[in-house]
């Protein structure tokens, strides 16, 4: 029958931007073949909507006979938060925009119609061959869907990014040699964290000499796996170098920090992509950082944020978690890592720190750095350190020690 033609090879089509790709493939097989049938059909309109990308859909709610969907054209989020002709006030506050684009997209009956009278626009109705059930995976599957047609705002996201020292200089053929060994390294560390039950489910994009990273889930554990994360990057990236005779292997300097985000999938071709991209204030922050590291440093923002602890209660929340605090929390959960195997070595401790000047008893502070950007911008970070060490093989050090740093300029009033 069409239908059962339809069982799989459909639900892959509509969930393969999902970063839950098997996971939902499994649990959309529970549901009935004419539910997985109406998803197909389902996604087939959005794509009609989107146009090319023409449109953004911003939420979705339930009705008998299928749901509704609030359509506008790409420019129009930016114009409603913009001041009118004359001076006028902007049609919605900045803060309504971000709420509407921030966590789940279904709305009630009574708020869909809300915010259609607020944004001045109708309502679209998709109807259905049958009616839907609300089942949880559905309704899953249909936020994913909705999210790839539209934009999507995250208050606290942990970024790293990882830079290619003297990218600009290589010939082409060693820039992709590079490109590719880099990708490799992170490959390597997803898997080999995935061996010890660590789970990251990584996004990256291309910053042009690296790649930004960062970790679809959300939540304090999520976060300070993906610091982890870096760190086992940084480590096969190292080894890789010195077993390299010729320059296919990069040099890298590294930033982590966390800040809010727009995430979005751009049109390719007549699709949107199946990979996701960020842009917001934690990237900018990010690429100005990088600009003051030096080869081979780490650096982490500082940030000052929310971390849920636990992503499926979202009002369990750590106010005001600092990065000097956030990085005590990542040294104590650094025993999920204890029997990693990096180049044929067990590993048995990691120590990563924020490094600082001694203060003559034993113990070191934690020094603030400031960096100065291009555009005469300051901002502080932190210098890292990460220790690898293994059974039988020499220690993996990552980072630059405190003392090889040049003399810190503090800005005026600092």
């Known amino acids: 029958m069409e239908l059962d033609h339809l069982s799989k090879s459909s639900i892959r089509r509509i969930a393969d931007f999902s970063p839950y790709l098997d996971q939902l493939v499994g649990l959309a097989e529970e549901m009935g073949l004419r539910q997985r049938s109406n998803l197909v059909h389902l996604e087939k309109c959005l794509h009609e909507h989107w146009s090319l990308g023409q449109n953004n859909i911003l939420c979705w709610t339930p009705i008998a006979a299928g749901l509704l969907v609030l359509v506008v054209p790409h420019y129009a989020i930016a114009e409603y938060t913009s001041p009118g002709p004359d001076g006028q006030p902007p049609k919605v506050s900045p803060r309504f925009i971000t709420e509407l684009i921030s966590g789940d997209r279904q709305l009630s009956n009574s708020q869909m119609q809300k915010v259609a009278r607020l944004l001045d626009v109708d309502p679209v109705p998709i109807y259905l061959r049958q009616s839907l059930s609300g089942h949880a995976v559905e309704t899953q599957i249909i936020e994913k869907m909705i999210r790839r047609y539209g934009i999507n705002y995250v208050a606290s996201r942990a970024v790293t990014l990882f830079d290619i020292v003297g990218f600009s200089l290589l010939t082409p053929f060693e820039q992709m040699t590079q490109l590719n060994s880099l990708s490799y390294s992170l490959n390597s560390a997803h898997a080999k964290m995935l061996e010890q039950d660590v789970g990251i489910n990584f996004a990256r994009s291309s910053s042009g000499d690296g790649f930004y990273v960062w970790n679809r889930d959300d939540g304090l554990e999520a976060n300070v796996n993906l610091y982890h994360f870096m760190h086992i990057v940084l480590a096969d990236n190292a080894i890789a170098k010195d077993k390299a005779s010729v320059r296919s292997v990069p040099r890298l300097r590294a930033c982590f920090h966390v800040g809010s985000c727009y995430e979005f999938h751009q049109s390719e071709g007549l ?32 940030f000052l944020a929310d971390q849920c602890d636990d992503p499926l209660d979202p009002t369990q929340t750590q106010a005001n978690l600092d990065a000097v605090t956030f990085l005590r929390r990542a040294q104590g959960n650094l025993s999920k890592l204890s029997g990693m195997v990096i180049s044929g070595e067990r590993v048995t401790a990691i120590k990563c720190y924020l490094t600082g000047e001694s203060t003559g008893d034993g113990q070191f502070n934690i020094r603030r750095l400031h960096i100065e950007d291009k555009h005469g911008l300051t901002r502080v970070a932190y210098n890292a350190k990460v220790n690898i060490y293994r059974e039988s093989a020499e220690p993996i050090l990552l980072g630059i020690e405190d003392r090889k740093l040049p003399p810190n300029k503090s800005p005026p009033n600092a």
């Open 271 to 302: 699709n949107p992509t199946m990979h996701d991209f960020i842009v917001g204030d934690v990237t900018i922050e990010l690429a100005r950082m990088i600009d003051g590291a030096l080869p081979g440093q780490i650096l982490v923002g500082d």
